[in-house]
């Protein structure tokens, strides 16, 4: 906006109306949408730079062709010949090279310092591996600080909890069995100790 204040577009004094700002901003928002979704890719491929590039050159193949379908079909009458404004402005051109790089470069700062100074184990082994050398000592590592950090959740996940009754020591609660507990393999066989007892007799009273 600060470069069409003026509204002039061309050394000549000439200036290209709305449409013609339209489009620069357009191109413009195209372009940064495009390298933004570079930023935030980890690797680079073939596909990438078909996706990045390709949809940068499309929708400048598009508005070349779209400036010229008129009169050839009644679309956009108001875009005929547009393209030649759009392509001949050195405005046009010095925002493209300009504009992108100023809305991202927040972004890029951000990905420079986190990448240099809180970069993950990915990130260094990817830097290792295009520094062709050895991403063992950088695994091993990283591996051993997880390792470490895993210890310390699982240790306090598997901590056995501290109760608050009060535990009755295991000798105790041998010498005190249960009503109808018994001795396996005692001296006296519980069959011969109840036989000991007539159980025909009438009982004292209070028992």
């Avoid at 050839?72 to 009458?77: E, S």
């Avoid at 809305?103 to 986190?114: C, E, G, P, Q």
């Avoid at 600080?145 to 310390?152: G, K, N, P, V």
């Amino acid at each position: 906006m600060l470069a069409m204040k003026q509204d002039v577009a061309w050394a000549n004094g000439r200036d290209g109306g709305y449409l013609m700002f339209g489009n620069l901003v357009y191109t413009y928002v195209v372009v940064t949408v495009c390298l933004k979704a570079g930023l935030e890719m980890n690797s680079w491929t073939w596909p990438s730079h078909l996706a990045i590039w390709g949809s940068i050159g499309l929708w400048l193949l598009f508005l070349l062709i779209y400036c010229n379908v008129w009169p050839v079909l009644p679309v956009a009458p108001d875009m005929a010949g547009l393209h030649v404004m759009v392509y001949s402005s050195g405005v046009f051109w010095m925002g493209l090279l300009i504009i992108p790089f100023m809305a991202l470069l927040a972004d890029i700062i951000f990905i420079v310092v986190k990448r240099s100074c809180f970069k993950s184990l990915s990130e260094a082994v990817r830097e290792s591996e295009i520094a062709h050398t050895d991403p063992g000592p950088v695994i091993l590592r990283g591996t051993k600080q997880r390792l470490t950090e895993t210890a310390r959740l699982l240790k306090n996940v598997f901590m056995k909890p501290i109760s608050s009754t009060t535990h009755v020591p295991i000798e105790v609660e041998l010498k005190h069995g249960y009503a109808f507990s018994q001795e396996e393999h005692g001296v006296v066989p519980q069959a011969d100790l109840i036989r000991a007892y007539d159980s025909t007799k009438e009982k004292p009273q209070g028992i």
